[in-house]
């Protein structure tokens, strides 16, 4: 499997998960000429999954609909998409009950941002058993997840920056709160890996880094440090990511 990174960022968020010649899109926060000219195998992609409804996300859900790729999200977020003016009816499957995009079976579970029904994803390709879990834009995972082999998390902020800005009154206050009740902090993912068994993973991708709360080497190094764990790496656009369960 591959990760193709088009977007990973406030201003857009995309990922193409390429495996056996299909394309399972995460999140389509840029817009519907990128995808195409970018990923390429446009007849092989299998389906897209959209985790909320805020643009840097969503931005393309209703063109890739109506181009007849399957969309799944939420039914709150297909309400939030409708009423800004995409007319496109997706597949809305509930939290925790899964259904088949192609050779992928996609598992949603509701997470913890500040968007109306807001979704995370695990996802297992059949061919293999490779198993993905894909969370962003939020600040929390109450559940665990056994057996996923490659962890793609937001790791937004590090909350010793953000206190250092406070005080420096570079950030205020409320911003900070607002972070904390949205956004997924190199703290709190490392409370969320240490809370699963990681025997099974393989890699783990960080995604959504701020530019101005984030230390790209400080994260990788403490992911590093608490799960035993080399292949972990940063997200950027135009990068590719391979996710592999040999050597390693």
Known sequence: MELQV????????????????SVLLLDAGVSIQRIMREVGNWRGIAGCVITHEHGDHSKS???????????????????????????????????LCTIRLGNYTILPFD????AIQ???????????????LYATDTYYLKHTFPGIHYWIAECN??????????????VSPALRQRLKKSHMSLRRLVDALKSNDLRKTRAIVLVHLSDERSNERAMIQTIKEVTGIEEVSVATAGSTIPLQLSPF
């Open 157 to 170: 902020y590090i909350d010793d920056v953000v206190n250092d800005q406070v005080d420096g009154g570079e």
């Open 61 to 95: 859900a209703a063109a890739l609909a109506l181009m007849g790729v399957e969309v799944v999200m939420s039914a709150g977020t297909a309400a939030a998409i409708t009423f800004a003016g995409g007319l496109t009816p997706f597949n809305m499957p509930e939290s």
């Open 111 to 114: 997470t913890q941002h500040d």
């Open 118 to 132: 807001p979704y995370g994803y695990v996802v297992r390709y059949e061919p293999t058993g490779e198993t993905l």
């Open 6 to 21: 088009l977007g990973s960022s406030s201003a857009a968020n995309c990922y193409a998960l390429h495996a056996g010649g």
